[in-house]
T-cell receptor, first 115, second 113 residues
Framework: EPEVTQTPSHQVTQMGQEVILRCVPISNHLYFYWYRQILGQKVEFLVSFYNNEISEKSEIFDDQFSVERPDGSNFTLKIRSTKLEDSAMYFC?????????????FGPGTRLTVL | GNSVTQMEGPVTLSEEAFLTINCTYTATGYPSLFWYVQYPGEGLQLLLKATKADDKGSNKGFEATYRKETTSFHLEKGSVQVSDSAVYFCALSDRGANSKLTFGKGITLSVRP
């Protein structure tokens, strides 16, 4: 069964450094998402992406964040200058459609630790 | 805006006990409703969903019915197993342009033998 994959599974970085989190969505999916989950808190929406542009972003997704689909398979989340509060589990998701029957399929997540 | 409220946890049950996890929602419009499960060390997996009022989603012995009148989507299972130990998230997706998911806080279920 097709699945969403994410790399790395765990990333440790120093505050102020740039990180890129990578995702490979399911191959025939058209809509892509990033969510994050700070330890012990809710899973929060960050951004949705379709047709090579951002469809919607939350207030968390400020100028330090960017997303890109650099080729036909990868979908990346970049944090330019990490802060301590960016430490979280980041989940990528994809869906084939966004109609009433669409389902978002999630990857296993990347745990980001900012020191 | 949209929101999802789940009952406070954690929940600990003995094997073969009956499970109910409450979920209520607030939404503008007519959302789709989901239960996702997160097993230890893994990502979020869709457990079941319902897209309209009175629909019942079911999977792996779990069921939830979309109740528009009470804005609820409670998860039930008649007989839990140790392997059901996980974190359970209720979520909704609005039917607007982007279908982002809004999640509840999640509840940890532990099933003891």
């Amino acid at each position: 069964e097709p699945e969403v994959t994410q790399t790395p599974s765990h990333q440790v970085t120093q505050m102020g450094q740039e990180v890129i989190l990578r995702c490979v969505p399911i191959s025939n999916h058209l809509y892509f998402y990033w969510y994050r989950q700070i330890l012990g808190q809710k899973v929060e929406f960050l951004v949705s992406f379709y047709n090579n542009e951002i469809s919607e972003k939350s207030e968390i997704f400020d100028d330090q964040f960017s997303v890109e689909r650099p080729d036909g398979s990868n979908f990346t989340l970049k944090i330019r200058s990490t802060k301590l509060e960016d430490s979280a589990m980041y989940f990528c998701a994809s869906s084939r459609d966004r109609g009433v029957t669409d389902t978002q399929y999630f990857g296993p997540g990347t745990r980001l630790t900012v020191l | 805006g949209n929101s999802v409220t789940q009952m406070e946890g954690p929940v600990t049950l003995s094997e073969e006990a009956f499970l109910t996890i409450n979920c209520t929602y607030t939404a503008t419009g007519y959302p789709s409703l989901f239960w996702y499960v997160q097993y230890p060390g893994e990502g979020l997996q869709l457990l079941l969903k319902a897209t309209k009022a009175d629909d019942k989603g079911s999977n792996k012995g779990f069921e939830a019915t979309y109740r528009k009148e009470t804005t609820s989507f409670h998860l039930e299972k008649g007989s839990v197993q140790v392997s059901d130990s996980a974190v359970y998230f209720c979520a909704l997706s609005d039917r607007g342009a982007n279908s982002k998911l809004t999640f509840g806080k999640g509840i940890t279920l532990s099933v003891r033998p």
